[in-house]
Nanobody, 120 residues
Framework: QVQLVQSGGGLVQPGGSLRLSCVVS????????MGWYRQAPGKQRELVAT???????NYADSVKGRFTMSRDNAKRLTFLQMNSLKPEDTAVYYC??????????????WGQGTQVTVSS
């Protein structure tokens, strides 16, 4: 059974940093594009960043220059380094991955979510 397991997050003061991690467990054939999303209270889930299999990244305008997404394909890990955090970054963050379970089958999976709170 494929699972995306997240770690990291927590409470940080404005201007601080946090790193989120996401590891893929279970039997897989390959990893395609991975992404981080977030959902603040009362708001829709929004894209934060994505990274392709070969490492091409894309960021939401609100996090450009502050967040960095990376991946380690060999270890099935994806990271989101968040610097210069602002109160408006407060949200539940979710990892999403397009996982190849066989050479011809691919579907998206979500992590369990992790709370990030930026507050003094």
């Amino acid at each position: 059974q494929v699972q995306l397991v997240q770690s990291g997050g927590g409470l940080v003061q404005p201007g601080g940093s946090l790193r989120l991690s996401c590891v893929v467990s279970g039997s897989i054939y390959g990893l395609n594009t991975m992404g981080w999303y977030r959902q603040a209270p009362g708001k829709q889930r929004e894209l934060v960043a994505t990274i392709t299999r070969v490492g091409v990244t894309n960021y939401a305008d609100s996090v450009k220059g502050r967040f960095t997404m990376s991946r380690d394909n060999a270890k099935r890990l994806t990271f989101l380094q968040m610097n210069s955090l602002k109160p408006e970054d407060t949200a539940v963050y979710y990892c999403k991955g397009y996982i190849e379970t066989t050479p011809t089958m691919s579907r998206e999976y979500w992590g369990q979510g992790t709370q990030v709170t930026v507050s003094s």
